[in-house]
């Protein structure tokens, strides 16, 4: 990485809010599923910038995952994408550019409770 994209990518982790979220969990990829409408537009904003940030590896399996796609994230997501993007791109990086939408859903959404209260309802 040279001298210019390791700066970029140091003030990017110093800029970033600072949430703990764990991109490998299922409640994670839930809520990025759920979400994917408001997450969807930040990544392919974002994809300009990979070849700046990420290593070669993490570069080559990020165009393998949105090959099928056209080189952008897909309108529907899914489960295998978003288990391989921690691989492909750093949590820092994925906590800068949607952590804020995930990091309130896990923390203010109840989606599971009302899953199941809607489906009671409906019974």
Not at 19 to 46: G, S
Not at 97 to 118: Q, R, Y
Request: charged share 30%; proline share 6%; with cysteine.
């Amino acid at each position: 990485m040279g001298f210019l994209s390791t700066l970029s990518a140091a003030v990017s982790i110093a800029t970033s809010e600072n949430y703990d979220i764990n991109w490998e969990n299922e409640a994670t990829v839930k809520a990025t599923k759920i979400h994917w409408d408001q997450v969807r537009p930040k990544a392919n904003d974002a994809l300009p910038l990979a070849s700046l940030r990420l290593t070669k590896e993490q570069k080559k399996l990020l165009d393998e995952l949105l090959k099928p796609s056209g080189g952008e994230f897909p309108e529907k997501i899914t489960d295998e994408l978003l288990h391989q993007l921690p691989k492909a791109i750093p949590p820092a990086s994925l906590n800068r550019i949607i952590g804020s939408v995930i990091d309130d859903c896990l923390k203010n959404h109840k989606h599971d409770e009302e899953n199941k209260e809607e489906a009671e309802n409906k019974a």
